[in-house]
């Protein structure tokens, strides 16, 4: 079965600070995983995939198959980082469901 | 280019009664896939077509859902009759037929709830 485990619902840090969601999951197979982010009153878009290793809007976030994590990183937060982060996990053959964990609020203070 | 749409964007509606929502994916996405967030939970997915077929629907909860997309077009998800724990958000996303790995791109949402 695939789980997606985001440990944290709420996350506040100052603005500069620098800011890791937490992102852990299961599956047996090969795994594709994503960051999606939900600004207020906006749609949920894609943030970052892992297969094209790009850093957006700062941040980043790399694949550990040895701990299965896939924590998204910002050395420096921004207040309009504020939004809801999920990580989510797909198949890399298979099924093209995307499986989410609960999502993590991060909250940047001014 | 217009991006994926959903109609109603709220619902309220009874225990009991029948509910519709629909999805415009973007055009040309052959791939339309059903998601919901209830509330304090993940989003999870329910259904997956690619264009009129149904490709992946383990993720429906029961029978009261009934998904449909004619014509490969747009498609409806019916609840029937709605029960309180079907209150939630309900996604569309799309993306090209492209062995389905391309980015799904999601629609606002329509907020779903039963009293």
């Known amino acids: 079965a695939q789980r997606v485990t985001q440990p944290e619902k709420l996350l506040s840090v100052f603005k500069g600070a620098p800011v890791e969601l937490k992102c852990n999951y299961s599956y047996s197979g090969s795994p594709e995983l994503f960051w999606y982010v939900q600004y207020s009153r906006q749609r949920l878009q894609l943030l970052l995939r892992h297969i094209s290793r790009e850093s957006i809007k700062g941040f980043t976030a790399d694949l550990n198959k040895g701990e299965t994590s896939f924590h998204l990183k910002k050395p420096f937060a921004q207040e309009e980082d504020s939004a809801m982060y999920y990580c989510a996990l797909r198949a890399i053959q298979g099924a093209q469901k995307l499986v989410f964990g609960q999502g993590t609020r991060l909250t940047i203070n001014p | 280019e217009a991006g994926v749409t959903q109609f109603p964007s709220h619902s309220v509606i009874e225990k009991g009664q029948t509910v519709t929502l629909r999805c415009d994916p973007i055009s040309g996405h052959d791939n339309l896939y059903w998601y919901r967030r209830v509330m304090g939970k993940e989003i999870k997915f329910l259904l997956h077509?690619?264009?009129?077929?149904?490709?992946?629907e383990s993720g429906m909860p029961n029978n009261r859902f009934l998904a449909e997309r004619t014509g490969g077009t747009y498609s409806t998800l019916k609840v029937q009759p709605a029960e309180l724990e079907d209150s939630g958000v309900y996604f569309c996303a799309s993306s090209p037929l492209d062995g389905g790995r391309d980015e799904q791109y999601f629609g606002p949402g329509t907020r779903l709830t039963v009293t």
């Open positions: 077509f690619v264009k009129e077929s149904k490709q992946d």
